[in-house]
């Protein structure tokens, strides 16, 4: 039997290649591997082929896709125009058993995130899941736990691609350089709003071509209508994402890439405490307005800092009062001894204190500036064949959309609570620790 037959014998083979130097474009592809896989190809799945599946075509398209998988089977002839020869699949559970896939590409709806990215990890996959990886504390943490008991074998990545915009590192050189000086407090916002009532009332059938019962998945049924399905491509998320059982609103939304901006800089772990406040609960649809505040202690460069989340309107004070932040949309401030960073994704501003004259702020030379990142797609791929190393890995990112998902816990309790990190508890109010966790329908366990 070839050794290097299974996904798992190749992916350790690449490995040690890649550890001894060897490397992957010089080595004999149709000797190793077979004349239908070259060695520097990965066998990939594309998971949710349309909207902002489309989005990963480019970086997909210098590996072999051979699945691909859509509730909606009218998705598929353009999808084959890329992919040819790729087997088509409705159901992801069967698709992940496509026998020989390397990797994974989720780009479903955010209820089925968490359990497509496990049941491929639990398989052996590498796994780029679009973001929000999970809609719950404890889908954030099962993925992160798993991730991290095989991170020598598999890369992950979540899906915030703009964290390769170069502006990122840009921020967190200034922060661990001085820039505002000591780090007090971080303000994060993001002022899209969409608002609906309720889910929407059921209308008409699905036709014969859109697997409904499989769209809804692991989350509680209800009923079809077509206005889930209307929005235009990578934006019919916004059809959907508002509703707790398919989404988390602007927290896992706009929120997760905008906090990744904060994030990046700041070197957090899990919270302390947690508070939050916004609109008045409705039980079908997440809420617009929403403050958080999560206190996180001080780590081996800073002190202790207080991280905020505002969304939907609630916006932090301006450092000036000729600073619109609602016009800045999507942003991060960061408040220090010194003065403060002003940052959306692609630029920066620093108000220094009034009397600051500066001097305590040295720009790094050139050599130490962070080399660009890349293309954040090809990161993942590229990691898979050599390190296993991405920048958005399911440790990184599953601590912040862990954040992310309690500041909703916070807001449906309705009060302060205090925060377990290593074990994942709320300690002063025991009962709201029924929050933390998802209920899913019968047949649809997140470890499958
Ligand atoms: N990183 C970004 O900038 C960015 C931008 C837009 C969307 N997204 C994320 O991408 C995901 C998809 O968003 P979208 O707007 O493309 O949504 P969408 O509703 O258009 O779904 C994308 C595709 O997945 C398919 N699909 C849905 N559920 C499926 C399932 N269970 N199994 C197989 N196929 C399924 C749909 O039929 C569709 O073809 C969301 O999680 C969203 O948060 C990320």
Not at 18 to 44: E, R, Y
Not at 93 to 121: F, N, Q
Not at 312 to 332: E, F, M, V
Not at 343 to 355: E, K, V
């Amino acid at each position: 039997m070839n050794p290097l037959a299974s996904p798992q014998n190749r992916r350790q083979f690449l490995k040690s290649a890649s550890a001894t130097g060897a490397g992957l474009l010089i080595l004999p592809s149709t000797t190793l591997f077979g004349a239908a896989t070259p060695s520097k190809k990965l066998n990939v799945a594309l998971i949710g082929v349309w909207g902002r599946g489309l989005a990963h075509y480019n970086a997909l398209s210098a590996e072999n896709v051979v699945a691909l998988c859509d509730v909606n089977e009218l998705r598929f002839p353009e999808a084959l125009k890329k992919f040819p020869g790729a087997k088509t699949y409705t159901d992801w559970r069967k698709c992940l058993d496509h026998k020989g896939l390397d990797a994974v590409v989720i780009c479903t709806t955010d209820h089925s995130h968490a359990h497509v990215a496990m049941w491929a990890m639990n398989r052996g996959l590498h796994v780029y899941c679009e973001k929000p990886i999970g809609m719950s504390v404890e889908e954030c943490r099962l993925l992160r736990a798993k991730y991290l008991g095989m991170k020598t074998k598999i890369a992950t990545q979540a899906g915030t691609q703009r964290h390769a915009i170069p502006n990122f590192s840009r921020v967190r050189e200034m922060i661990r350089d001085g820039a505002v000086g000591d780090l007090s407090a971080v303000f994060v916002w993001g002022n899209r709003q969409l608002r609906r009532p309720g889910y929407l009332p059921g209308e008409g059938t699905p036709p014969s071509t859109f697997h409904y019962d499989q769209w809804i998945g692991p989350s509680p049924y209800h009923a079809y209508n077509p206005n889930y399905f209307s929005g235009g491509p990578g934006a019919n998320c916004l059809q959907w994402n508002m509703y707790w059982d398919f989404g988390t609103g602007q927290v896992g939304d706009m929120g997760n890439h905008t906090m990744d901006l904060a994030w990046n800089a700041i070197d957090a772990g899990h919270p302390t405490a947690i508070e939050a406040k916004g609109e008045a609960f409705n039980p079908d649809v997440t809420p617009v307005e929403l403050t958080a505040h999560f206190d996180h202690p001080a780590n081996d460069w800073r002190g202790p800092i207080r991280v905020s989340w505002y969304q939907g309107g609630h916006l932090p004070t301006a450092p000036k009062n000729y600073i619109d932040l609602n016009k800045l949309g999507h942003g991060a401030m960061f408040k220090g001894s010194k003065g403060i960073l002003l940052a959306d994704f692609n630029s920066r501003m620093l108000i220094p204190s009034g009397d600051s004259d500066l001097t305590y702020y040295k720009i790094r030379n050139k050599e130490k500036v962070t080399p660009p990142l890349g293309d954040f797609q090809e990161e993942f791929f590229r990691a898979c064949k050599t390190d296993l190393k991405t920048s958005c890995n399911f440790d990184y990112n599953g601590v912040m959309t862990e954040q992310m998902a309690l500041g909703l816990v916070a807001y449906r309790a309705g009060k302060k609570l205090e925060y377990d990190g290593k074990a994942g508890r709320i300690t002063n109010a025991p009962e709201v620790n029924a929050l933390l966790s998802r209920k899913y329908r019968d047949g649809w366990p997140l470890n499958g």
